[in-house]
């Protein structure tokens, strides 16, 4: 009857008055006389039969409870022991990452100061390499007979040598004439040869579009004595291909805006070049343009603004 009982108490949902009267069905069903035949003493005693039964299971729920709750409470007291020991873990990392920034600073601090240190002592050290380099390639312009070092020579190391030749340039302006008359020609003339050179590559890397290396000539010339050669260039390869067609006036807004984006990404200073650019448009082009068409039907409006 036990695990009979069981299995009822334990339905969902479980209904108290239902129980007792199953329980009383069950007993009225033994008697095979129906109720002629009813006994109130044998239903009386399967109650107390159930209700010894039930204490019986409560018993033995309660100490399946009990256990359970032991259990529970020895897993909660070691998870807490655990939680105690990871927070005192806890608490010596953030100790010693604690620690461990304030020598990272430390460090730090070291470092900063070491690099400023080093830094004073290598400004000096490398303007004196600079001026023993100066100083070797400007021997090469004492000695007699033409410039035989590789730098002034190899054309790939123009730009290297663009440098050097302009710094030597600005020294021997400021050398006694008499003294040194051989060793500033030969420096001047080597200035000029690499500024043609210079604007030659220019000139190239505007008809291939590169923009990249003629924004670093620009940026070499612009050092030079003649670079305004560098924009004069500039503006004759811009209209070197332009104004193919018969009206030159069609043409001008397009390639001043194409031009003017360029400009901007090769000069320092596109407001100036613009400038130039366009004066020289006007004079050379539109003002040309305006006389042939004058030429061509004297006395009437050919679609230009007079």
């Avoid at 033409?146 to 190391?157: D, G, R």
């Avoid at 043609?196 to 050092?223: G, P």
């Avoid at 924009?231 to 030159?248: L, M, T």
Wanted: net charge negative.
């Amino acid at each position: 009857m036990i695990q009979q009982f069981l299995k009822e108490l334990e339905q969902e949902p479980f209904n108290h008055e239902e129980f007792v009267e199953r329980l009383a069905w069950r007993t009225v069903d033994d008697f095979k006389d129906g109720i002629d035949c009813f006994e109130p003493h044998i239903i009386y005693e399967t109650f107390l039969q159930a209700i010894k039964d039930l204490q019986i299971l409560q018993e033995r729920q309660q100490k399946k409870c009990e256990k359970l709750e032991e259990i529970c409470q020895e897993g909660e007291n070691s998870h807490w022991q655990e939680v105690a020991l990871f927070q005192e873990k806890n608490r010596l990392t953030a100790s010693l990452f604690q620690e461990l920034d304030e020598r990272i600073n430390f460090v730090a601090a070291k470092v900063i100061h070491l690099g400023d240190h080093l830094e004073n002592i290598n400004i000096p050290r490398s303007r004196s390499v600079e001026a023993q380099k100066l100083m070797t390639y400007f021997s090469e312009f004492l000695s007699p007979g033409p410039v035989l070092a590789e730098i002034f020579i190899n054309k790939e190391e123009v730009f290297e040598a663009a440098e050097i030749i302009q710094k030597l340039h600005m020294i021997a302006q400021e050398l006694p004439a008499a003294k040194f008359e051989e060793a500033r020609k030969k420096i001047s003339t080597k200035y000029d040869e690499i500024e043609r050179t210079l604007i030659e590559e220019f000139v190239k890397a505007h008809r291939l579009n590169d923009i990249t290396k003629m924004k670093e000539i620009a940026s070499i010339l612009s050092q030079f004595k003649s670079y305004s050669q560098c924009v004069d260039a500039f503006i004759e390869e811009s209209q070197q291909v332009s104004f193919g067609v018969k009206d030159i006036f069609k043409e001008v807004l397009p390639l001043t805006k194409r031009n003017f984006a360029l400009t901007k990404e090769v000069f320092s200073s596109p407001e100036q070049v613009m400038a130039k650019f366009v004066l020289n448009l006007y004079h050379l082009k539109l003002q040309l343009g305006l006389q042939i068409g004058y030429e061509q039907v004297p006395g009437e409006s050919n679609g230009f603004v007079h």
